[in-house]
């Protein structure tokens, strides 16, 4: 079994979200349930993979452009995910959707 991850994943998330509330909003969650993640319960299989998935998306993202850009991003329509968010992407575990989006950004390349 791999190492439970979520905790660093979560810190992650809110260091640049800015709050548990605002990871369980992109994760399309109650806060309650991130409340419980905090407290060792472990994320079901699809939660752990969208956590991991908005971690990723974070710490990339953080990479390219200011970390405080980030939960904007996260936030508005991307032309290289069909206008769709990136945060949506993140609920619907559209997570190599959500990938080319990113290299797309990242490469500068134009929708």
Same mark, same amino acid.
């Not at 390219?64 to 405080?68: G, K, Q, S, Y």
């Given at each position: 079994m791999l190492p439970d991850l979520t905790l660093p994943h979560l810190t992650t998330c809110r260091s640049v979200l800015g709050s548990y509330c605002s990871v369980a909003e992109i994760l399309g969650i109650? !806060? !309650?349930r991130v409340t419980r993640w905090r407290k060792g319960q472990?994320?079901?299989a699809d939660d752990a993979d969208r956590l991991a998935a908005l971690s990723t998306a974070v710490e990339l993202m953080g990479r390219?452009? $200011?970390?405080?850009s980030v939960p904007h991003w996260l936030r508005a329509p991307n032309p290289h995910a069909g206008s769709l968010t990136p945060a949506r992407l993140i609920r619907e575990g559209r997570i190599a959707d959500l990938m080319g $989006?990113? @290299?797309? @950004?990242? !490469?500068?390349?134009y929708a």
């Open positions: 109650p !806060a !309650a472990r994320p079901n390219w452009v $200011a970390p405080d $989006a990113i @290299e797309a @950004e990242k !490469a500068g390349s």
